[in-house]
């Protein structure tokens, strides 16, 4: 009886262990969600100031914004307050918030918005290519191109779902991340404006951003549950600064065509970027769940949070296992096999070893009787050879005393016919 009541203690307490750990999830997601939704409204206020700031404070002569100027401090503030937001997100985060497989699969936002950012790619691979390679550093922009042509294939991709049926597949979502890091060397290594220019600056940190976030997409899309807190960050970050920047730069370009020569399929591709990872994170977070840390359980689901799973698949996989079982049982039956012939062996090795014993020891029975039986024989022979030797001891002393006697007597007849 205390060991019945003793396990559904232990049952107890582990419903009571995974009571608090959805607790926790659904309240790190309730705060993910409220710092993401900060995040956004930094990124469209930071975005208006941002533009107020250029449109007015900026001095294209020297790169910078006047030095009195409100607006610049205040998009500053904004883009450390949206870097303080996503800081917040990675430590508020639960370890056990999975955003693995997208939540409940691809949905017609993140499939028009995946296409679009796919169109821009190719858009922006072509306007590149008809630009020329420059002299200064040509490889830097070949391997840009080569990113961004490969980029839009990855979001097609994306929209249809296939990055996250294949985790395999899900590993193309770092070309996006190689294609940003190529953008963030070519405007270092750019001698245009000043490496301390804010604008350049804000540009690196949203080039940053993307890099950062679709690094961590890829992680969480191939079922990495230590990429989750990564995630959170990432996805905020992109969120507040990269919406920022990318805004107020198309802002800027429709508004104000001429100030800054900015390239409109250029500001459209980043804001389109910026617009794709907002809503992929916006559905994963709103989907994400308690982390399931057995792999199988969140591929097996699969089928039923995506409810596209073709039946065929399905049907192959079945198919699939159901030749491994056998396999399985035909080398389990040949194991079997092996170890009955290799005891069938041993026995009859065994059998014969008694049999050399068993006549071994017959042998030593009969010569241990065969040396009775000399044992004896001699025995029977000393014993004849002691009383023939006794019997002539005998009459050598009967015949010695005789002699003696007799001479005895003759001496004693002749001192008597003497006297």
């Not at 049907?315 to 009955?340: G, L, R, S, Y």
């Amino acid at each position: 009886m205390p060991i019945i009541i003793y396990n559904h203690n232990i049952y107890d307490l582990q419903e009571n262990n995974e009571s608090v750990i959805k607790l926790k999830s659904s309240v790190s997601k309730t705060i993910l969600i409220v710092l993401s939704a900060f995040a956004l409204l930094a990124a469209l206020g930071g975005a208006v100031l941002l533009f107020f700031a250029m449109e007015g404070d900026y001095d294209a002569a020297i790169k910078h914004f006047d030095f009195n100027s409100e607006y610049a401090n205040y998009v500053l503030a904004t883009a450390l307050g949206g870097l303080a937001l996503a800081i917040a997100g990675f430590f508020l985060s639960s370890k056990k918030l999975s955003f693995a497989r997208n939540g409940r699969g691809v949905t017609f936002p993140v499939t028009f918005v995946s296409i679009l950012a796919g169109l821009m790619c190719a858009i922006h691979f072509w306007i590149g290519v008809r630009g020329g390679v420059p002299e200064e550093k040509p490889g830097l922009l070949l391997a840009e191109l080569t990113f961004t042509v490969l980029s839009a294939v990855y979001f097609f991709l994306k929209a249809f779902g296939l990055t996250y049926k294949k985790p395999a597949l899900a590993l193309t979502g770092l070309i996006p991340a190689l294609m940003f890091a190529f953008k963030l060397l070519r405007l270092y290594f750019d001698n245009t404006d000043p490496l301390n220019a804010p604008l350049k600056l804000y540009t690196i940190v949203m080039y940053v951003s993307f890099m950062f976030y679709f690094t961590a997409e890829a992680g969480v899309d191939i079922l990495r549950p230590k990429m989750s807190r990564k995630y959170a960050f990432s996805g905020i970050a992109a969120v507040s600064v990269g919406g920022m920047v990318s805004l107020s730069k198309l802002a800027v370009r429709v508004i104000d065509v001429d100030k800054f020569g900015y390239d409109i399929i250029e500001v459209t591709f980043f804001a389109v970027i910026w617009l794709c990872a907002v809503i992929s994170f916006a559905e994963k977070l709103l989907t994400s769940r308690e982390n399931k840390e057995d792999e199988a359980f969140l591929i097996n689901t699969e089928a039923e949070d995506s409810g596209e799973t073709d039946g065929s698949e399905v049907a192959e996989e079945a198919e699939t296992a159901d030749e491994e079982a056998k396999e399985a049982v035909e080398e389990a039956e040949e194991a079997v096999e092996e170890a009955e012939e290799a005891a069938d062996e041993a026995a009859d090795e065994a059998e014969q070893d008694a049999e050399k014993f068993e006549q071994a020891a017959e042998e030593a029975e009969e010569a241990a009787d065969g040396a009775a039986d000399e044992a004896e024989q001699d025995a029977e022979e000393f014993e004849q050879a002691a009383e023939e030797t006794a019997e002539e001891t005998v009459e050598d002393a009967a015949d010695t005393v005789e002699e003696a006697v007799e001479e005895t007597v003759e001496e004693a007849a002749e001192k008597t016919a003497e006297e």
